[in-house]
């Protein structure tokens, strides 16, 4: 018996995500008894698939395969389900991110399991399974109980700590033994967002909306998210107007992100944007209005004007960093 | 190519939530619904598709009692051919996904929103392909076609890809797929009157997962502000107080 964690790299690499969901795998295992097996599917040498252990993987099976490079969805959770197989695993957590989602219902269909999406934190209890996850985008949380033998669940990220639990870790090479036919997903482009930090991953973000006024007044957030090596994210109606990017739209109908702090720089706090960053740990907000919800959800609040604000906070950052 | 979008009849966004009966299960009181946002853009673009030829038909169906009809006629109004609803309590993503595997084996290309906006469980596009044996594609934020080929856009976790898959084929689609979505004209509206709505009889399926109880959010601690013309302040409270910087 064991729990199976589907641990997805980025150009060969782990990064923290990878090892909050082995951590919390390791969490689930250590309640029901059971060890914790990672499946790696792609190059990833010895020495990443190594670093799992120190979360508590007891075993890591290593699937190099190029085909797997497009993605497949079918042929992917034909993978996953066949090691969940090999390995008896009575539950099988997936990342609640693009590929989790992806995957995760179909191997739930193949083994007969139920499925939850965007559990946070450890189960409730393990038997009966219980665990707890936002709904109504954010509104609410439910506790809901899988039925079936095994279960499959995708993790919310930052929804649990990465925790050290140095373990001997055996890498075992594994083939699925997928037949080509399985493959039918053609990658004909890809696109690479570089050299900026993720906005899923980012510890901190800086986030502008429409009190910002105008693409050309964002450079002082650029500067301040830079100082901070934060994420930069904004409201709909920016990204609409097409002042920042489409990958900076966070809400109900964009990201949803949960990073450490949150900074929200002339933005109203419509119940559609919260519902995008109320998991964040602390949300700060900037406006010039006192009644904006905004400051409803936020722990830190200055009520003024963004323009005349943003250069203190630069300024106190660089003090802040000059002291370190 | 025939297209069959899913539609979940769900809240107005900006609904009030209320649990009753010492909150285990959502009261419905007083809701307006509406068709999922992203199954509405989903319809949007399947409309735009037929509008540049290529599409025969354009099919949408929910699995719900007979309160969600009105959401399958707004559906119908915005330009749908027919609509089929699956007469059931729909009791979570793998009972729904079950009762539309039946529906959905006549089209090729199957729309579904990455997540309904109640229960959120992200779950039904990706089973419903598993059940049929055929393939899917998450995460799509665009949808072209180019000679009889479908053109998918997805993102992936840091990027975005271009690919190719062979119908049949289960899409489903979030942010990008379509801008903005149509809204029912008169004319749709009085036409979609006369657009067949059947209602098919459920297959035995079962639930795998049972909603036990609800919370609201704990109500959160008073902002705590700072003055405007003292904003470096903020920043010594991030550091030393909420210690996030
Ligand atoms: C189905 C649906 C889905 C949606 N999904 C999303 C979503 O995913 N994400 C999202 O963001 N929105 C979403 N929306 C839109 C949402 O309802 C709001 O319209 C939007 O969030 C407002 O964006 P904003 O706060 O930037 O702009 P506004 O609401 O216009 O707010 C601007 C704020 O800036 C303040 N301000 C003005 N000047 C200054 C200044 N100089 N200094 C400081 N403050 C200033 C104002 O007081 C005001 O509070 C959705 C709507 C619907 C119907
Ligand atoms: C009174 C009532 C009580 C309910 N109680 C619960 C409950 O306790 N737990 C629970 O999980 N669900 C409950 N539901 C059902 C819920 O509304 C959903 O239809 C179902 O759970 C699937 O939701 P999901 O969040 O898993 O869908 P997701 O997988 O998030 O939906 C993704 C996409 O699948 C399609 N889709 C989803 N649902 C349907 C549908 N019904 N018909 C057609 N296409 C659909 C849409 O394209 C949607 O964008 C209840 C419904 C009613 C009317």
Redesign the interface.
């Known amino acids: 018996m064991s729990v199976l964690v589907y641990t997805?790299n980025?150009g060969g690499k782990f990064k923290k995500l990878s090892y909050e969901i082995v951590s919390f795998a390791t969490g689930i295992a250590k309640a029901m008894g059971s060890s914790v097996t990672a499946l790696s599917i792609g190059h990833v040498a010895d020495e990443e698939l190594k670093s799992l252990g120190k979360y508590g993987a007891n075993k890591v099976l290593n699937v190099q395969d190029d085909r797997f490079e497009?993605?497949?969805?079918?042929a992917l959770?034909d993978a996953v389900t066949k090691a969940a197989e090999n390995e008896g695993a009575k539950v099988v957590i997936f990342a609640?991110?693009?590929?989790g989602?992806?995957?995760?219902?179909?191997v739930?269909?193949?083994l007969n399991?139920?499925?939850?999406?965007?559990v946070m934190g450890l189960p409730v209890s393990v038997d009966p399974f219980?665990v707890r996850?936002?709904?109504?985008?954010g509104?609410?949380?439910?506790?809901?109980?899988?039925?079936?033998d095994v279960k499959v669940i995708?993790f919310a990220q930052n929804s649990y700590e990465v925790t050290e639990n140095p373990t001997d870790v055996a890498i075992e090479a594994f083939d699925p033994q997928i037949a080509d036919n399985e493959f039918?997903?053609?990658?004909?482009?890809?696109?690479?967002?570089t050299g900026k930090v993720?906005l899923?991953d980012a510890?901190?973000v800086v986030s502008g909306g429409r009190g910002m006024k105008g693409p050309e007044n964002w450079g002082g957030l650029e500067e301040l998210g830079e100082l901070?090596g934060a994420g930069m994210a904004c409201s709909r109606p920016v990204s609409?107007e097409d002042w920042r990017s489409?990958e900076e739209?966070v809400g109900?109908?964009?990201k949803i992100i949960a990073p450490?702090?949150y900074m929200a720089f002339g933005i109203s706090g419509a119940?559609?944007h919260l519902g995008g960053v109320?998991s964040s740990?602390?949300i700060?907000?900037i406006n010039k209005d006192p009644e904006a919800p905004i400051?409803?959800?936020?722990?830190?609040?200055?009520?003024?004007?963004a323009f005349?604000?943003i250069p203190?906070?630069i300024?106190?950052?660089k003090?802040?960093k000059a002291n370190k | 190519m025939k297209i069959l979008v899913l539609i979940s009849n769900v809240?107005d966004?900006?609904?009030k939530?209320r649990?009753t009966g010492d909150n285990k299960a959502f009261d419905a009181t007083g809701v307006q619904w509406i068709i999922n946002?992203?199954d509405e853009l989903a319809l949007t673009r399947a409309m735009e598709l037929k509008e540049a030829g290529g599409v025969e038909k354009i099919t949408v169906a929910n699995v719900g009692a007979k309160i969600t009809e009105s959401t399958l006629r707004k559906a119908l109004a915005v330009g749908a051919d027919d609509a089929v609803r699956i007469d059931a309590e729909p009791l979570?993503?793998?009972f729904v996904?079950t009762q539309l595997a039946e529906v959905a084996k006549d089209y090729d290309l199957i729309l579904a929103g990455?997540?309904a906006?109640?229960?959120?469980?992200?779950?039904?596009?990706?089973?419903l392909?598993?059940?049929m044996g055929?393939?899917?594609?998450?995460?799509v934020s665009g949808i072209d076609l180019e000679n009889g080929e479908l053109?998918i856009h997805?993102?992936?976790?840091?990027?975005?890809?271009?690919?190719?898959?062979?119908v049949p084929l289960v899409a489903?689609v979030q942010?990008?797929i379509a801008?903005d979505p149509r809204i029912p004209a008169m004319r749709g509206i009085m036409m979609a009157r006369k657009k067949p709505l059947n209602v098919v009889p459920p297959v035995d399926a079962e639930?795998?997962?049972?909603?036990?109880?609800?919370?609201?959010?704990a109500p959160?601690?008073a902002?705590?502000?700072?003055?405007?013309?003292n904003?470096?302040e903020?920043?010594?409270?991030?550091?030393e107080e909420?210690k996030?910087?």
């Not at chain 1, 609640?96 to 590929?99: A, R, V």
């Not at chain 2, 055929?134 to 995460?139: C, D, G, L, M, P």
């Not at chain 2, 639930?207 to 959010?217: D, G, H, I, N, Q």
């Not at chain 2, 902002?223 to 013309?229: A, F, G, I, T, Y």
Request: proline residues 3%.
């Open positions: 997805e980025w497009s993605l497949d969805n079918k959770a609640h991110n693009n590929e989602k992806a995957i995760a219902p179909r739930s269909v193949k399991a139920g499925l939850v999406s965007g219980v996850k936002k709904v109504f985008t509104k609410a949380f439910a506790n809901i109980q899988i039925k079936t995708t039918n997903t053609v990658i004909k482009d890809t696109h690479l967002i993720l899923t510890e901190i901070l609409d489409h739209h109900q109908t964009g450490n702090l119940i559609q109320s740990k602390f700060v907000a400051f409803e959800a936020s722990d830190y609040g200055i009520v003024g004007d005349k604000v203190q906070l300024e106190a950052v003090e802040m | 809240p966004t900006t609904t939530i649990f946002p992203w979570d993503a793998y996904a990455i997540e906006s109640d229960y959120n469980g992200v779950g039904v596009g990706g089973m392909a598993e059940m055929i393939n899917s594609v998450s995460a053109k997805r993102d992936i976790d840091g990027g975005s890809q271009v690919l190719t898959v062979p489903i942010k990008g801008i639930a795998r997962t049972e909603f036990l109880s609800y919370e609201l959010p959160k601690a902002c705590k502000m700072v003055d405007e013309d904003a470096k903020l920043i010594r409270l991030l550091h909420a996030v910087l």
